[in-house]
């Protein structure tokens, strides 16, 4: 049965009545919409919603969208100047919000656990709600992620 | 006092192991360990020879002797001595030693200083087949002991002089004046009976003869010697634990040998700290490898090709980029003092005389394409080597940078200069627009040293950036002082600098990128203790060298903001072993170091006078 995480919001009446339902194909969670599901997301936390991309294709459909891990990354960080749109025409095309926050949002706010690869996420011990990320991190992270972009793009097309 | 010495057996098992070192370190482990229990030194058991380490006391000094012997041998030019030779079974040491000695008559006195640098010589000179000699005259010893004398004193200075590892040497073959002198009898030709009971040698008397004191050592119960006194001189015992300290002991003593051009001594130095690296672990036996081979190809004048293979340098440069921080720290500051150079510029250039991959400039397109108000127009003029395929290398990674500029929506255009020198280059040949359209940076990362190595090239290099009037310069330099005019000196610099830098590596994660860049850093080593003149372009200068430099140039600086001293601290937070390297700051200028050695430095500049006028 899928465990609804207690940081989301008092569910709907809908969903309470089907969380009895153990067939994942006739109810429950699993005929939820799309878009209500969407707006379920909206307000979990990183683990969240990371967890819920785990459950079935289309939750990992939904939870990958790129707009909530927006809002994940942004909810946040300190303001850094620039617009939303601004802050989307760079993000997006270099790798998106969600890698953004995987790779190095994530691993930064956690506390220097020396992991034993430089860029892999250390063990998620507590399930606290990030830090706020101030401006200089989330340069930091947005330069490293545009950095591996380059890479990429710089390495795949050469002899490697 | 007769010195009663532990009588040396043969030894009874036939040595295991052959003659050449084993290659793999764990070999050379599993080897040591089965030493362990038959009491044989771990070190010379690495090279084939078997030795007690109870006896190794006696073996070093009947080594130095051997080694005077043969030394003043050669002098007198006894020719006899190769004609006829035996040859003797090496690997067990003591007894090849005493046969050895039987043959040559030991000498009438004893330079015990002499010993100190030629000790590890000993070892290389001893290894030619004993001759069958008769007699010798008496042997003079004065001039080659003041030379040794000079020698190993040097050497003594040299290393307790240095910090760091240096400090703990304590390796030098000294003698304690505690004991009684022996008195021996400096008749010329003793028999070789004698010669075998009575090990050793001394004399008070004769006038031309230097007053030595050899009064033998207590001999030995353990394996580690007794502490020396500073006027005192143990002699050379090796733990396995005091490799290293040897290792170093003898990088220093072969440095030396070259300085002094005494290419003998440090062509058998070179050979010993080839060994003596191996049965080290880690990042000590690297360097000392490297800088064996650096100094190998000094010795032998077996230069290394200078133009790399474009592309090989480009991966090496790559993976040193990946494996540790300090490009990255380099391109952070960097990029910070320039993002905030220009601020408010509608249109801006960079002009960056260490182009190689480009790996600078994406971060800086990101953080220009987020600034408030939207990116400026952001035009590069990238400087290079040129490659040597024929294909336009400079060009591919500025189409590379197009295409990510492109992605970010950032207005981006790009020129490739390939140039030998930075010094080629002229302000004329950028084409660079007035400063009210456009505002100028000028980026160098690890390249300004290569400058000095052609006397005026830098001052050409300091009035083109002028012309260009920029509205910053960022440089990024090693912090070390590489450029001394004592060859000695500036190994003993490198040595620590190199170390440290290799120390670093150790804690990361992929091994194909910690080989290829200590590769990439075996590189510089070798240019800074091989090559000379026009060659030698690792000339790396500290951030004082640097400051005096500029500001006589008409530079002066600005201060890195506190942004980019906390961008960089959480970069190496971010980095596995993140616990070794540290952020300083120096008067507005950032250095990176390990363990609180600082390793590079990055630098800002504006000029100090402005003029509004186009100059000529």
């Known amino acids: ?160 | 006092m007769k010195r009663d010495h532990n009588h040396l057996q043969p030894n009874p098992d036939p040595s295991s192991l052959r003659g050449a070192p084993s290659t793999g370190k764990a070999k050379v482990w599993d080897e040591e360990a089965a030493q362990q229990d038959c009491g044989m030194d771990e070190l010379l058991a690495v090279l084939g020879y078997k030795v007690k380490t109870s006896d190794m006391a006696e073996v070093a000094q009947k080594l130095e002797q051997l080694e005077e012997v043969m030394c003043n041998v050669q002098d007198d030019g006894i020719s006899h001595l190769a004609s006829e030779t035996v040859h003797y079974n090496p690997s067990d040491l003591s007894t090849w030693l005493e046969s050895m000695l039987s043959e040559l008559n030991p000498p009438s006195t004893f330079d015990p200083f002499g010993a100190a640098g030629t000790a590890a010589a000993a070892l290389d000179d001893s290894f030619l087949g004993p001759a069958e000699s008769s007699t010798l005259t008496t042997l003079d010893f004065d001039n080659i002991n003041r030379k040794h004398q000079k020698s190993g004193q040097q050497i003594f200075e040299e290393a307790s002089c240095s910090d760091y590892d240096l400090k703990a040497i304590p390796g030098k073959a000294i003698y304690s004046q505690n004991t009684q002198p022996q008195t021996h009898d400096s008749s010329s030709s003793s028999t070789p009976t004698n010669v075998k009971s009575e090990k050793r040698f001394k004399s008070t008397s004769g006038p031309p003869s230097p007053s030595d004191i050899f009064p033998p050592p207590p001999p030995p119960a353990a394996a580690s010697y007794g502490i020396p006194t500073d006027s005192t001189r143990p002699v050379v015992l090796v733990d396995s634990q005091e490799n290293g300290i040897r290792l170093v002991h003898a990088l220093m003593a072969c440095a030396e040998a070259v300085q002094q051009n005494n290419l003998n001594l440090a062509e058998a130095l070179v050979k010993q700290i080839g060994f003596l690296a191996i049965s080290q672990a880690g990042a000590m036996r690297k360097v000392a490898t490297y800088f064996a081979e650096a100094l190998a190809r000094r010795i032998y004048r077996f230069y290394p090709q200078n133009p790399l293979d474009h592309s090989f340098s480009d991966v090496l440069h790559m993976h040193f980029y990946e494996t540790c921080p300090y490009l990255k720290f380099a391109h952070f500051t960097a990029n910070q003092a320039i993002l905030e150079a220009f601020e408010g510029k509608k249109r801006v250039h960079v002009i960056d005389f260490s182009m190689n991959q480009g790996m600078q400039w994406p971060a800086l397109m990101q953080a220009l394409a987020l600034r408030v108000g939207g990116p400026p127009a952001f035009r590069l003029t990238g400087i290079g080597p040129p490659s040597h395929d024929n294909s336009d290398h400079l060009q591919e990674v500025g189409w590379k940078l197009a295409q990510f500029a492109e992605k970010i929506h950032v207005e981006f255009e790009y020129r490739g200069f390939v140039a030998n020198s930075l010094a080629d280059l002229d302000a004329s040949m950028l084409d660079l627009r007035p400063s009210e359209v456009e505002a100028v940076a000028v980026n160098s990362v690890f390249e300004l040293h290569k400058l000095l190595a052609r006397p005026g090239a830098i001052d050409k290099v300091f009035s083109v950036v002028k012309q260009m009037k920029p509205e910053l310069v960022t440089i990024v330099e090693q912090e070390a002082n590489h450029n001394g005019p004592v060859f000695l000196d500036r190994f003993t610099e490198s040595l620590h600098y190199y170390s440290t830098l290799f120390d670093s590596l150790e804690g990361s994660v992929s091994s194909q990128d910690k080989v290829m860049s200590e590769v990439y850093l075996g590189k510089q080593i070798c240019n800074v203790v091989a090559c000379e003149g026009v060659d030698r372009i690792e000339r790396h200068e500290s951030l004082t060298q640097w400051r005096n430099r500029l500001s006589t140039a008409g530079f002066s600086s600005v201060h890195l903001g506190s942004n980019a001293f906390k961008q960089a601290s959480m970069l190496l937070a971010l980095f596995a072993g993140g616990d070794g390297y540290g952020v300083e700051e120096n008067n507005g200028c950032l250095m990176l170091g390990w363990h609180n050695r600082p390793l590079i430095t990055t630098s800002a500049w504006k000029l100090t006078n402005k003029t509004t006028t186009i100059s000529q």
Not at chain 1, 128 to 151: M, N, T
């Open chain 1, 1 to 160: 049965m899928k465990r609804i995480s207690p940081d989301s919001p008092s569910p709907q009446p809908n969903l309470k009545r089907v969380k009895e339902d153990p067939e994942p194909e006739t109810g429950g969670f699993m005929t939820l919409d799309e878009n209500l599901l969407y707006e379920v997301l909206k307000h979990v936390d990183a683990r969240t919603l990371a967890m819920a991309s785990c459950v079935s294709k289309l939750w990992l459909k939904t939870a990958r969208d790129e707009r909530l891990w927006e809002l994940i990354c942004t909810r946040h960080w300190a303001n850094i100047g620039c617009g939303t749109q601004q802050l989307r025409s760079v993000v997006l095309p270099l790798g998106g919000f969600r890698r953004l926050h995987s790779r190095y949002l994530w691993p930064l706010s956690k506390p220097q656990a020396a992991s034993p690869l430089p860029w892999a996420p250390p063990k998620i011990i507590n399930s606290k709600p990030p830090a706020r990320w101030g401006k200089d991190e989330v340069h930091l992270c947005l330069s490293l992620l545009s950095i591996q972009y380059y890479e990429k793009m710089h390495f795949t097309s050469r002899r490697r």
